[in-house]
């Protein structure tokens, strides 16, 4: 099992940028994969990005070329660059952790609030 915590949320005006972070501990060397999710109120839940140990990375249509997605393989700590922040990007944001069977290796956190208001 894998323990996880996420930080780095707060308060930014539209246009700004924010840095989420996930720390991984635990049986960080099961992890092939991780990734960021995020729920804004009343919407389902949604991919934002993920990457694996290899490098790869995925975005979902609404973030691409405003937000990066970047791994310390040693360490198992992934961070998600947020930039053009955009008030539909409010949302809580979770980092989750995959196995080489695309399986979560974690609980649900309680993720990290982000919002982007005036």
């Known amino acids: 099992q894998v323990q996880l915590v996420e930080s780095g949320g707060g308060l930014v005006q539209p246009g700004g940028s924010l840095r989420l972070s996930c720390a991984a501990t635990?049986?960080?060397?099961?992890?092939?994969?991780m990734e960021w999710y995020r729920q804004a109120p009343g919407k389902q839940r949604e991919l934002v990005a993920d990457?694996?140990?290899?490098?790869?990375?995925n975005y979902a249509n609404s973030v691409k070329g405003r937000f990066t997605i970047s791994m310390d393989n040693a360490k198992k700590l992934v961070s998600l660059q947020m930039n053009s922040l955009k008030p539909e990007d409010t949302a809580v944001y979770y980092c989750?952790?995959?196995?080489?069977?695309?399986?979560?290796?974690?609980?649900w956190g309680q993720g990290t609030q982000v919002t982007v208001s005036i």
């Open positions: 989750n952790a995959l196995d080489r069977f695309h399986l979560l290796l974690n609980s």
């Open positions: 635990g049986s960080i060397s099961k992890i092939t994969r």
């Open positions: 990457i694996s140990t290899s490098g790869s990375t």
